[in-house]
């Protein structure tokens, strides 16, 4: 049988001699709070044509865009299976336009080796449900765009672990502008991906629990620079996440783009990138030494916020879900699959932090991006990292301070919301912020000042027992019971230790 889908990498084109030896469970990713559901469904793009290559006909339809989307979820799962990685496959399966393939020819059908290893992965339990009711409330949204020609699914388990901690991440697979495969224009299928992003993005807009001011866009490969294209043109996308993206690689083929502008990256950006490719390797697959050292979009990014990192134990194909589990293993160069497994683990923990501190404006994880690996408890030599902040002058706490205090402390939320709108790397500090309300609280002449403070520090940080602790303080100074008690029972809740809510709680219901 003749395999009809090739996993095309692109920057390594590997000698594979080594089957894997890993499983979902061995990566250990820490799931948050929430159930994670899954939808898929195919719409179309009504403006675009496309021909579905193996029916082999003339016949043009309307593009169609199939949808992954893993999201937070709340319903009770007793009676319900979770998926398995069969299940994704077979989305593989129709991706590819092979939906009446049958099962058992999976592996062989798609080039992955037909080892009892991989038919083990095939019955693994993934984390996600089929069709879970959405949890309650409004999530940040995450567009994926896979690697060249590659599915939606290609990185299920990232996927899952940014919706199970308050994520909901839509996917399309990554497909030529005519039909299912690519063709030697690479500047005409990155638009027609860029395009396809840009799809996704409005796909967002019919679900009720997304936060449509609060998108940002991840990548893996080939789908990194149609991204960077998507958000110099998409002023709601807030955040780019680059998961070994090629804009790195390839940054001859974006800048044929009439789009492409590297002054209009103005949005927090993250690059994790491959291990340095062996000289041997790069001998023997005609590659460029370059590759290692050389990064002209990272260079050239002036108004944002970027950070880039390397990870010493990954190659390319792994930083994917699909690479992790089924790609064979290069002896030339490649690390032990428990190596793998854990440096996996942390580009989707740093993925996670990076969301974190510039769609959910958390000061802590701001922290944890921003510190050097060593002191996020990981060991030396794993991932080498670097920083950099715009150039010129940068909005600060201060001027922010300086503009509430105009307004008189007034709608300080549409006033974060605006410079935040201008600024996109901007933060408000936890303890900036408590420090401001404290000092305005117990100042009788600007107390009403402090507590609108306290307010806005509590919907950036609503899991912030410290917080609900000094505006029950402040309510408590400006003599409003009902409020302190109410405040400092919120701040029990988050943290039941909290030994001076305890204190002042029994005081006031004496």
Known sequence: ????????????????????????????????????????????????????????????????????????????????????????????????????????????????????????????????????????????????????????????????????????????????????????????????????????????????????????????????????????????????????????????????????????????????????????????????AELNTKFELYDSISKSRAFRLRFHDLTHSYFSTLGVLFQNRDKRQDKSDAEIMESYKWVSVYALNFLNAFLKDDDTTLTFIENQPSDNGIKEGLISYTSKQPKGDTFSFQDFNDLAAKQDYKNLMELYLSVKEKNPSFQLPEGNLNTLGLQLVFNPETSEQGINVFLLAAKLYPDSANLFDSLAEGYLFMGNKGKAIESFKKSLELNAQNQNAIKRLKQLEK
């Not at 901690?165 to 299912?180: D, K, L, W």
């Not at 860029?194 to 409005?202: G, P, Y």
């Not at 679900?207 to 990194?224: D, Y």
Request: aromatic share 10%; glycine share 4%.
């Open 1 to 288: 049988m003749i395999s009809r889908f090739v996993l095309i990498i692109l920057i390594l084109f590997q000698t594979n001699q080594v089957f894997s030896q890993t499983s979902l469970q061995q990566i250990n990713l820490s799931n948050g709070k929430h159930k994670v559901g899954f939808l898929h469904y195919t719409t179309s793009d009504s403006t675009r044509t496309y021909s579905r290559i193996y029916d082999y006909s003339n016949t043009k339809i309307a593009r169609p865009i199939p949808v992954s989307i893993w999201y937070p979820a709340n319903q009770n799962t007793d009676d319900i299976k979770q998926l398995k990685v069969l299940d994704y496959l077979k989305i593989l399966k129709e991706e590819e336009e092979w939906e009446h393939l049958p099962d058992e020819h999976i592996l062989n059908w798609f080039s992955y080796a037909n080892t009892p290893a991989n038919q083990n992965h095939l019955k693994e339990k993934a984390t996600a449900y089929p069709k879970l009711e959405f949890a309650h409330g409004k999530f940040p949204v995450v567009v994926y765009a896979p690697s060249l020609m590659a599915s939606s699914i290609e990185n299920f388990a990232l996927c899952e672990y940014l919706a199970s901690h308050g994520y909901i991440v839509m996917a399309s697979p990554s497909r030529g502008t005519e039909n299912r495969r690519f063709s030697n224009n690479g500047a005409k299928e990155m638009e027609t991906q860029a395009r396809d992003v840009e799809f996704l993005i409005k796909e967002v807009a019919k679900l009720p629990n997304a936060n449509s001011n609060k998108i940002a866009v991840m990548a893996f490969s080939l789908g990194g620079p149609a991204n960077i294209i998507a958000q110099t043109r998409n002023k709601n996308i807030k955040a780019v996440v680059s998961i070994d993206g090629s804009e790195r690689y390839r940054y001859a083929l974006l800048k044929k783009s009439p789009f492409f502008d590297a002054s209009g990256v103005d949005v927090p950006y993250i690059h994790m990138a491959q291990k340095s490719i062996p000289e041997k390797v790069l001998k023997e697959d005609n590659i460029d």
